[in-house]
């Protein structure tokens, strides 16, 4: 069994190609842990869902294969104000958006698809809000329309953002699946039909793929676009077969009826290595899981209960049963520790007979009762979020907390939880870009929780709201690790793991490269 970072383009693939002979396509089928909520990238911010939109959509900037490096995609240039308050962008020539039975284009990409993309996701009084009002997770987690002062466009193939303060962590968001970029033209179609909501389920982006159909729950189902401005692609099909049981992945991957799965548990590598037709690729991903609290009623809304609910927790004990490879770090802050401005002097606590007076302090010398929801899908982070909701339980019933287990369909599970409806659930984060930022903005600052149900510190939201503008980078991630300092104790999150990620495929796929935060390009990918 072999660990491959990246592997050389067979030899004889390559000299067909060179002698102009047409290599016969295969489809390319992934076998998904879970069903797209939508296709809208901007309203989204799930794994499962960004793997589909990234296949359809582009942003003007993107991240190269295997690494959190920026390159040009539908932006061709792009300049930065020596403030970091303006950030100019030169669009890419011919570039087609996808021609399908619901939509044909009549231009090539421009700076109004710029305008109407942010405009959607910045402007709540946009038009197109007006028609289809959708809350954008992220960008909204993010702040993002308050950064703004302007989008201009200055001609047909420059756009220019000003923003009201300097933000040196700016520039990543353009390669993020939510900043996919949208045909005005196609916005424009729809809203004289009256049907703004199709925007969501008959996607059009610029991507190397165009979207064919999906059944909820069973496939998403994509096609090479022949239009694209890009490489040719050698994949015509590719087919996203939704299977949430990890068992049922594994066994299709060995049956050939998928040739790359989603991420793998700890407890199934063993099979897969012992298969000669399989390849399997790790990295040491960029993620965290961990439980929210809701912060806005219930014990949970004290901070000594929180505290209290987090050092009654065996963590030791978890990992042995969680992952049993021992290749997953416990998680102590928000984010990786291996991300610039980690705060080190932050530690884990077990201490069960100081979570009981922590308990008694807040006013439950005799306990309470929560819920505590499962996450229903498996993630490398949490491979198993029964058995770990076991576990929890076990747990706090020590210190005289009773927690009754719930859980959902993935896609209700998310809702209800943005709704608030939780005591404590089960989440994750997964970055792209290396930067503390991309943590701590989008999950714990006040702009993502506009419902009061999630951290809002008006301390922690100055210092890392500061630290986006600081070009002075010692001074920058010292900020964070006063940040971390305060989201430690004020204990938003019980904080859990951070995970090495494995994707096992066929030994006849091609070209993949692992992102750092696990998410799947199929661009230039083929059997």
């Known amino acids: 069994m072999r660990y491959l970072v990246s592997r050389l383009t067979p030899l004889l693939a390559t000299l ?6 047409p290599v016969q396509a295969k489809p390319l089928i992934y076998c998904a842990e879970a069903s797209p909520e939508g296709f809208d990238p901007g309203l989204w911010d799930s794994a499962g869902t960004n793997n589909v939109n990234r296949q359809l959509f582009q942003g003007l900037l993107g991240f190269k294969r295997g690494g959190t490096e920026l390159e040009a995609k539908l932006a061709s240039s792009w300049q930065i104000s020596k403030d970091a308050k303006v950030y100019t962008f030169t669009l890419r020539r011919g570039v087609h958006f996808h021609r399908t039975p619901w939509f044909t284009p009549t231009r090539d990409f421009n700076a109004d698809d710029v305008l109407f993309t942010f405009g959607r996701l910045t402007q709540a009084q946009h038009p197109y809000n007006q028609a ?8 909204q987690n993010m702040g993002l329309g308050d950064m703004l002062a302007a989008i201009d466009k200055l001609d047909d193939h420059t756009v220019r953002f000003t923003l009201k303060q300097p ?25 004289r039909e009256g049907q703004a909501s199709r925007i969501n389920n008959y996607p059009i982006g610029t991507g190397p793929y165009r979207f064919v159909s999906y059944k909820k729950d069973e496939a998403v189902r994509l096609e090479a676009n022949p239009d694209y401005w890009g490489r040719k692609q050698q994949t015509d099909k590719l087919i996203f077969l939704i299977s949430p049981d ?17 991420p793998v548990r700890d407890n199934d590598l063993q099979a897969i290595a012992a298969r000669k037709d399989l390849l399997l690729m790790k990295t040491q991903a960029l993620n965290i899981s961990y439980l929210a609290y809701n912060m806005k009623r219930g014990p949970t809304a004290k901070r000594e209960v929180r505290e209290a609910l987090d050092i009654a927790l065996d963590r030791n004990a978890i990992f042995k049963a969680l992952f049993p490879r021992g290749d997953a770090l416990q998680a102590v802050s928000a984010f990786p520790p291996g991300i610039p401005g980690y705060n080190r002097k932050l530690k884990n606590e077990y201490d069960p007979a100081r979570a009981k007076r922590l308990l008694a302090q807040a006013g439950y010398p005799n306990g309470f009762e929560l819920s505590l929801w499962a996450l229903p899908i498996v993630r490398p982070t949490n491979p198993n979020g029964q058995l770990l909701a076991q576990m929890i339980q076990q747990d706090w019933a020590k210190v005289g907390v009773t927690a009754k287990i719930k859980t959902y369909e993935w896609g209700e599970y998310l809702r209800r939880a943005n709704n608030g409806e939780h ?9 792209e870009t290396g930067d503390a930022d991309e943590f701590l903005t989008p999950n ?8 009061g149900y ?35 104790r004020e204990r938003p999150w019980i904080t859990l793991a951070h995970s090495t990620v494995y994707i096992p495929m066929k030994q006849d796929v091609k070209g993949f490269a692992m992102a ?6 199929f661009e230039n990918v083929y059997r």
């Not at 289809?132 to 992220?138: D, E, Q, R, W």
């Not at 005591?423 to 970055?431: F, I, N």
Request: proline residues 5%; glycine residues 8%; aromatic residues 12%.
């Open 444 to 451: 714990l600052t006040c702009a993502a929780s506009p419902a």
């Open 516 to 521: 750092p935060n696990g998410g799947v390009d």
């Open 16 to 21: 067909a190609l060179l002698m102009g002979t």
């Open 132 to 139: 289809f009002p959708a809350t954008f997770v992220l960008p």
């Open 246 to 262: 990890a068992n049922v992945r594994v066994q299709k991957l060995f049956a050939g009826e998928c040739q790359i799965t989603a």
């Open 423 to 431: 005591d404590v659930y089960m989440s994750g984060w997964s970055g």
């Open 167 to 191: 933000n040196v962590a700016f520039l990543p968001y353009f390669a993020m699946v939510f900043a996919g970029m949208q045909s005005a033209e196609y916005g424009a179609q729809l809203l």
């Open 454 to 488: 999630k951290f809002c510190n008006a301390e922690f939201d100055h210092l890392v709201g500061e630290a986006r503008g600081m070009t002075d980078t010692p001074r920058r991630l010292q900020h964070y690790e006063k940040a971390q300092a305060i989201f430690k």
